[in-house]
């Protein structure tokens, strides 16, 4: 037991200030599904509590140390809703007066997005009208995509219905610091019973016949005379039919062709010739890289521009068919045509290609996924391991390590979560502990294509005897002052703190305040002259001292 001589002096003003407000993590923002703790601390006060925009107080934990109170209220799981949130921290400094802070915090989250589309149907010489909305914050970018090839950045996408390659699938990509979401829609552009779409390689003849009588031509909005026609056409002309041919087709010869009725200029049939075409270069290939086991990953492939639009397929080494959704368990083939592994193993590994293919031939591009050794996770206490159990006086801070024995450095973003016997407890590198137990700390390294989770050892710590750290020197103070004495300690698992003024046990009033450790006497008074006493008690082994 440790006693305190408090002697009275004259008194002085105080003035008060606004509390204090920090947040963990820090800058007042989280991602959706994280927690946030709102800590409000004051130094004059004899209460501080969080409430909510409309008033309505919020369940707080309440902590003192050095002469400081702090009210910590946390959000455990955040939610989209609460962005933008609004939040106040009141300290009440005296009966009639209080001083606030308020913050705003953001929840970081990106949901979906979605594309409205005029009209999923058009015909040659209309245009597409696609928009595209997102619910997310930040709030996201947008990509659009068409067969691979980029289309622009805005919301809002129109596209000109110059040719039937314009048909497809469309798809807008919103990215922002959470991640990315896409969202398609199929564009068709539609061909009645006298629309005829041809595709014919190169030097291969051309036939289009068109029924009616006094029938013209156009090539594209020009009129084709059938005495000057151009160099490659011919035409051959019944008393019903009119037949437009191209013996041999060359890249000149390939365009748009109308037959009109009678001089009204009724269109009858309209023809495209198109010759099949495909580039070489992949806007996304798969690339060869070593994999972590049990990683989630997506392998990227979308094909080259190509006409018609080319189509994916997977194949791995040592298959001959084609990979699907049921093929190899744990692999699936996406929308977007990117091969995902939920789990990847050890036989996953192997050279995978991916092929795009049309009418006019076949583009391949192949990636080697190996496998590798996963990071380690260890926790660290002043740079080396912390081994267990371990004990510990007071506040010991432990950090969250991934390494590797790979020659390459890890990329990604790496997510934090502590547990103390099984339950979460932080998602920080670097966790402070004050309290006995068993801990263990995971680490999630994401990127965009890909995640891994590894889960590191367990420690046990345990805090040492409970013992006072120096005595308590005698207290002066003038008469109306306010007075505040701490006693410190180390050690112990739970400690409590019991104050005595003579024999009998302090209890909170209006002018003597206990907060754990510390005494707080408001305007003393010639009463409060004499011995103060701290009982200290830590019940998990009824240490008394």
């Given at each position: 037991?440790?006693?305190?001589i408090i002697?009275?002096l004259l008194p002085?003003g105080?003035?008060?200030?606004?509390?204090?407000?920090?947040?963990?993590?820090?800058?007042?923002?989280?991602?959706?599904g994280?927690?946030i703790?709102?800590n409000c601390?004051h130094?004059?006060?004899d209460?501080?509590?969080w409430?909510d925009?409309?008033?309505?107080?919020?369940p707080?934990?309440l902590?003192s140390?050095?002469?400081?109170?702090?009210?910590?209220?946390?959000?455990?799981?955040a939610d989209?809703?609460?962005?933008?949130?609004?939040?106040?921290?009141?300290?009440n400094?005296t009966?009639?007066?209080?001083?606030f802070s308020?913050?705003?915090?953001q929840?970081?989250?990106?949901?979906?997005s979605?594309?409205?589309l005029?009209?999923?149907?058009v015909r040659?010489g209309e245009?597409?009208?696609?928009?595209c909305?997102?619910d997310?914050w930040p709030?996201?970018s947008?990509q659009?995509?068409h067969?691979?090839?980029?289309?622009g950045s805005?919301n809002q996408?129109?596209v000109p219905?110059t040719?039937l390659?314009?048909?497809?699938v469309y798809?807008?990509?919103?990215?922002?610091?959470?991640?990315?979401?896409?969202?398609?829609?199929?564009?068709?552009?539609t061909?009645?019973?006298?629309d005829?779409?041809?595709?014919?390689?190169?030097?291969?003849?051309?036939?289009m016949?068109?029924n009616?009588t006094?029938l013209?031509?156009?090539m594209f909005d020009?009129?084709?005379s059938?005495?000057?026609?151009?160099s490659?056409?011919?035409l051959?002309?019944?008393?019903?039919?009119?037949?437009?041919?191209?013996?041999v087709l060359?890249t000149?010869?390939a365009?748009?062709y109308?037959?009109?009725?009678?001089?009204?200029?009724?269109l009858?049939?309209?023809?495209?010739?198109?010759?099949?075409?495909?580039?070489?270069?992949?806007?996304?290939?798969?690339?060869?890289?070593d994999v972590?086991?049990?990683?989630?990953?997506?392998?990227p492939?979308?094909?080259?521009p190509?006409d018609p639009?080319?189509?994916?397929?997977?194949?791995?080494?040592?298959?001959s068919?084609?990979?699907?959704?049921?093929?190899?368990?744990g692999?699936?083939?996406?929308?977007?045509?990117?091969?995902?592994?939920?789990n990847?193993?050890?036989?996953?590994?192997?050279?995978?290609?991916?092929?795009?293919?049309?009418?006019?031939g076949f583009?391949?591009?192949s990636?080697d996924?190996?496998?590798i050794?996963?990071?380690?996770?260890?926790?660290?206490l002043?740079?080396?391991p912390?081994?267990s159990?371990?004990?510990?006086d007071?506040?010991?801070?432990?950090?969250?390590?991934?390494?590797t024995?790979?020659s390459?450095?890890?990329?990604?973003?790496?997510l934090?979560?502590?547990?103390?016997?099984?339950?979460?407890?932080?998602?920080?590198?670097?966790l402070?502990?004050?309290?006995?137990?068993?801990y263990?700390?995971e680490?999630?390294?994401a990127t965009l294509?890909?995640?891994?989770?590894?889960q590191?050892?367990?420690?046990?710590?345990s805090k040492?005897?409970l013992s006072?750290?120096?005595q308590i020197?005698?207290?002066?103070?003038?008469?109306?002052?306010?007075?505040?004495?701490?006693?410190?300690?180390?050690g112990?698992?739970?400690p409590?703190?019991?104050?005595?003024?003579?024999?009998?046990?302090?209890r909170?009033?209006?002018?003597?305040?206990?907060r754990?450790n510390?005494?707080?006497?408001?305007a003393?008074?010639?009463?409060?002259?004499?011995?103060?006493?701290c009982?200290?008690?830590?019940?998990?082994?009824?240490?008394?001292i």
């Amino acid at each position: 037991m440790l006693f305190v001589i408090i002697l009275l002096l004259l008194p002085l003003g105080t003035h008060s200030v606004p509390p204090i407000v920090t947040s963990d993590p820090m800058g007042l923002s989280v991602s959706e599904g994280g927690h946030i703790t709102l800590n409000c601390s004051h130094n004059q006060s004899d209460s501080v509590f969080w409430t909510d925009s409309s008033g309505a107080n919020l369940p707080s934990q309440l902590y003192s140390s050095a002469n400081q109170l702090t009210a910590s209220y946390v959000i455990q799981s955040a939610d989209r809703s609460l962005n933008g949130s609004t939040f106040q921290c009141v300290a009440n400094v005296t009966a009639s007066t209080q001083e606030f802070s308020d913050v705003t915090i953001q929840i970081f989250f990106i949901a979906n997005s979605t594309i409205s589309l005029r009209q999923s149907e058009v015909r040659l010489g209309e245009t597409v009208f696609l928009s595209c909305e997102t619910d997310a914050w930040p709030p996201a970018s947008i990509q659009w995509e068409h067969s691979g090839a980029s289309l622009g950045s805005a919301n809002q996408l129109s596209v000109p219905v110059t040719s039937l390659s314009v048909a497809g699938v469309y798809a807008c990509i919103a990215t922002n610091s959470e991640g990315n979401v896409t969202s398609s829609v199929v564009v068709s552009v539609t061909a009645d019973q006298s629309d005829f779409l041809l595709y014919r390689n190169q030097s291969s003849p051309v036939s289009m016949e068109c029924n009616g009588t006094d029938l013209s031509w156009r090539m594209f909005d020009t009129f084709l005379s059938p005495s000057a026609l151009p160099s490659g056409l011919s035409l051959d002309v019944t008393p019903f039919t009119s037949t437009l041919i191209v013996p041999v087709l060359d890249t000149s010869l390939a365009a748009n062709y109308s037959c009109y009725l009678n001089s009204s200029q009724v269109l009858n049939s309209n023809f495209q010739i198109i010759i099949p075409s495909i580039e070489d270069n992949f806007p996304l290939s798969p690339t060869s890289r070593d994999v972590f086991p049990t990683e989630t990953l997506s392998v990227p492939c979308s094909p080259p521009p190509g006409d018609p639009v080319p189509l994916l397929s997977w194949y791995k080494t040592g298959l001959s068919v084609p990979l699907s959704n049921s093929s190899i368990p744990g692999l699936s083939v996406l929308p977007n045509g990117h091969l995902h592994f939920s789990n990847f193993s050890q036989s996953d590994v192997g050279v995978y290609s991916c092929v795009a293919h049309n009418l006019a031939g076949f583009r391949l591009e192949s990636a080697d996924l190996a496998i590798i050794p996963a990071p380690t996770v260890e926790i660290l206490l002043d740079s080396s391991p912390a081994v267990s159990p371990m004990t510990f006086d007071d506040i010991i801070t432990l950090s969250c390590n991934v390494s590797t024995n790979q020659s390459f450095q890890l990329v990604g973003t790496f997510l934090y979560s502590w547990r103390k016997s099984g339950q979460l407890i932080g998602q920080t590198q670097q966790l402070t502990v004050s309290s006995s137990g068993e801990y263990s700390c995971e680490v999630r390294i994401a990127t965009l294509d890909s995640s891994v989770s590894i889960q590191s050892d367990s420690v046990v710590l345990s805090k040492t005897t409970l013992s006072f750290v120096g005595q308590i020197a005698e207290q002066v103070v003038r008469e109306g002052e306010d007075l505040s004495v701490t006693c410190a300690t180390i050690g112990g698992a739970e400690p409590q703190y019991l104050w005595f003024f003579g024999n009998e046990e302090i209890r909170n009033s209006t002018n003597q305040i206990v907060r754990n450790n510390q005494l707080t006497l408001r305007a003393v008074s010639r009463e409060f002259a004499g011995d103060y006493g701290c009982y200290v008690i830590d019940p998990p082994d009824s240490t008394t001292i």
